[in-house]
């Protein structure tokens, strides 16, 4: 959370009043006043999931017995498609502006932080009639901190030039504060001693997202260098972003020719030349630009070795995004990775993903491979009383984020294979189901975990969401 809680009030006060006091002369609407970019506003309105993305195959929320149906028939055709659909409309423009940008539809979500807040506050309407006054903060991803306390604090690989900004759509938004769901003293009331509590379950329509950006520093010739993943280990090992040691390089000002094949480069000390066919375009990447606050932060929280200074108007680049959706009992799971080569992606997208990208998709939004857990091994198993034998491995990972982990980070044993032991051998789903509010069972690799596993015994299930584990208030 940012050092800045004081200057965020005051911010909020100071536009309070101006629309008190002028009768909303002053207030900055989320709509745009004409057609020029230099009015605008700074109140965000949480966008719906778009109803129409002229796709003719896809829906959202899809019925539950369709998926289930894709998942007995191991139609990954299907699933893929929908993932593509998702992220779509995730990454659709709408008519909300903030500081002359106009925002896609996952960057007008709450963050939970903000939730949190009012859950704390009992203002159970807030998550359903929200607005924003500016964008969600950026925060060191809380999945890097589980790590180390599970890793019993040993040093885990976690690029802490890597910001998140995990935020709800409006239909789960409404459901965490509807049931103050980050309070403490609710999720008490659903432990059951001896037994399994649960919390109720998220909406349909609810969708989680971690949109997770690189933070760097253009060099003298307007070039960001970002690391960029080369492939899986083989064999399998802890590959952080740190030790990929492949590279692109970003062209703030946008002069590279479009759909230009690029050659990362490798290792230290490249050449002009090199890269020169390193080098794409900003806009290539979904991107935006740093407000003061956001800048005084990542100063408190970059590396040790990064010795610039952020500014307001220093860029982040969208580097990954999980997504999650309830159309499921066990939630749909999609993970987004920024590729070089985004027609061929390497594992764990591939090109059979990529050629089911929709035409829709176009720009930056089109840079990104998927990767998808709509299960957690093949055959599908029942959400209670699977099993782990006979069953193949369904791998989801999100390079940018778990591909760093080792053996000492799962601390929930492997029952498919004791020889996954790494974060590019995990499931999303897999992984979620050990969301309890206590926070203490740790963190799997890919395998079979049934809802009722007497793991669970005396824990409160959250239905999957890690994100309420790490921001639970608990003097409430």
């Known amino acids: 959370m ?33 057609n020029t970019t230099e009015d605008y506003v700074s109140i965000i309105e949480p966008q719906e999931f778009p109803p129409n993305l002229g796709i003719p195959w ?13 998942l007995d028939k191991r139609d990954t055709l299907s699933i893929t498609k929908h993932a593509w659909g998702i992220w779509a409309g995730l990454t659709a423009k709408t008519n909300q502006v903030y500081q ?18 009012l859950s704390a506050e009992g203002n159970q309407e807030g998550g359903c009639d929200p607005k924003k006054t500016e964008r969600t903060d950026l925060q060191v991803p809380n999945q890097f901190f589980h790590a180390q306390l599970f890793a019993r604090n040993a040093v885990v690989d976690s690029t802490f030039q890597l910001f998140e900004t995990v935020s709800y759509n409006p239909g789960a938004a409404c459901f ?3 049931n103050l769901i980050f309070n403490q003293s609710v999720l008490n009331k659903y432990y059951t001693k001896g037994g399994i509590g649960k919390i109720p379950d998220f909406p349909a329509n609810g969708i989680t997202i971690k949109p997770t950006y690189y933070a ?7 070039l960001i260098r970002i690391p960029t993943w080369p492939g899986n280990p083989n064999p399998p090992k802890a590959f952080g972003a740190s030790t990929w040691q492949t590279y692109v390089y970003v062209d703030v000002n946008n002069s590279q020719p479009k759909n230009k094949k690029l050659v990362p480069v490798t290792g230290k000390n490249p050449s002009d030349e090199q890269i020169a066919q390193a080098t794409c375009n900003l806009n290539d990447f979904i991107h935006y630009t740093l407000d003061k606050e956001d800048a005084m932060y990542l100063n408190q929280h970059q590396d040790k070795g990064h010795t610039k200074a952020f500014v307001a108007g220093d860029l982040v680049l969208l580097a990954a995004m999980h997504v999650a959706t309830k159309e499921i009992s066990n939630w749909t799971w999609q993970t987004f990775f920024w590729s070089y080569r985004q027609d061929n992606p390497s594992f764990p997208s591939s090109k059979f993903a990529a050629q089911l990208r929709p035409t829709q998709l176009q720009g930056a939004a089109s840079h990104y491979a998927v990767s998808t857990a709509y299960a957690m091994v093949w055959p599908n198993q029942p959400i209670n009383g699977g099993t782990n034998e006979n069953v193949e491995p369904i791998i989801a990972f999100n390079p940018y984020l778990e591909a760093g982990f080792g053996p000492e980070v799962f601390q929930f044993k492997n029952k498919m294979d004791p020889q996954y032991q790494y974060g590019v051998q995990t499931n999303c789903m897999s992984c979620h189901a050990l969301a309890t509010a ?10 079979y975990i049934s ?11 959250l239905d999957f969401a890690w994100s309420i584990q790490g921001n639970i208030n608990k003097d409430k």
Do not use: R
Request: one cysteine or more; hydrophobic letters at 35%; a negative charge.
């Open 176 to 178: 965490a504060t509807k």
């Open 58 to 70: 896809f829906n959202f929320p899809e019925d539950s017995t369709t998926i289930y149906s894709w």
């Open 100 to 117: 002359k940008d106009t925002l896609l539809v996952f960057e007008t979500w709450m963050g939970v932080e903000k939730l949190a807040e």
């Open 451 to 461: 809802m009722n596993d007497t793991i669970f015994v005396n824990q409160v299930q």
């Open 438 to 447: 206590k926070g203490n069972i740790g963190y799997s690799t890919d395998q």
């Open 2 to 34: 940012k050092n800045s809680n004081s200057l965020k009030t005051v911010k909020i006060q100071l536009l309070s009043c101006f629309i008190v006091a002028i009768l909303f002369s002053c207030k900055e609407s989320s709509q745009k006043l004409d």
């Open 216 to 222: 760097g520093k253009p060099n003298s010739d307007g």
